[in-house]
């Protein structure tokens, strides 16, 4: 199980959470960028390149045999902030389809660069699978 944590009076962020209690085993997925299963990038376009990235997150955690529902922690690095931005509705329409709930602890920051040069986006996760799960 995971819980969402909103100390009170505070406004319901929206598109992630604050925090997120969660107890279970603890999946480290490291950063994933946009590119497929054979180390190739499909597109140049921020918003695939962060839905494939979301893929590449669902499949590390199949191998824990855990599921979307799971993830408690994402960290997005991203190459340019409007760019991000402007993909947001696209995005979100694949994150909520993907990935389903937003109690997810999130992070987003803007960097220099990443080390694959086509890379526009690149996102860490972390997930907690219930034992009962398991």
Known sequence: MKKSLL???WVKP?????GVAASGTQVFIAGQIGWDES???QSTEFAA??????RNIIAVLRE??????????LTWYVTDK?????????????FRELIGDY????????????????????IEATAVIPHEAR
């Open 82 to 94: 409007r760019e991000y931005l402007a993909s947001l509705k696209e995005i979100g329409g694949a």
């Open 39 to 41: 180390a190739k990038f």
């Open 49 to 54: 390149q962060a839905i494939q990235a979301l």
């Open 103 to 122: 109690d997810i602890a999130m992070s987003a920051v803007q960097v220099v660069a990443l080390i694959e040069d086509e890379a526009k986006v690149e």
């Open 14 to 18: 929206r598109g992630y959470a604050n």
């Open 7 to 9: 100390p009170a009076g």
């Open 64 to 73: 824990a045999n855990g599921k979307p529902e799971h993830l408690v922690r």
